[in-house]
């Protein structure tokens, strides 16, 4: 599975941007067949930066989400602006 077939589109709300701030995570959809090792590795190679721990869950819609906490050298807020998401 490639990279970038995993990741489908980074999530930015409300509860979003307080999980960024308050936890140093970015949140993203994922393929719902995609374990964590899968999702950690693609966020890893497609955005540069190091994560530390990945969480999981289905949403009432039936997306697979992933929360990225990153790893203390990185900055969510510093990566979610590089990429114009802030």
């Not at 719902?32 to 190679?45: C, D, L, P, S």
């Not at 930066?49 to 990153?70: D, F, N, Q, W």
């Amino acid at each position: 599975m490639k990279s970038k077939d995993v990741i489908l589109r980074i999530v930015m709300s409300e509860k979003a941007s307080r999980i960024m701030e308050e936890e140093n995570a970015l949140t993203f959809i994922v393929l719902r067949q995609a374990n964590k090792h899968e999702i950690k590795n693609a966020i890893e190679k497609l955005y540069g930066i190091k994560v530390e721990s990945i969480r999981t869950m289905i949403t009432p819609k039936g997306e697979k989400k992933a929360i990225a906490k990153l790893s203390k050298e990185y900055k969510a807020i510093d990566v979610a602006t590089k990429f114009g998401l802030m």
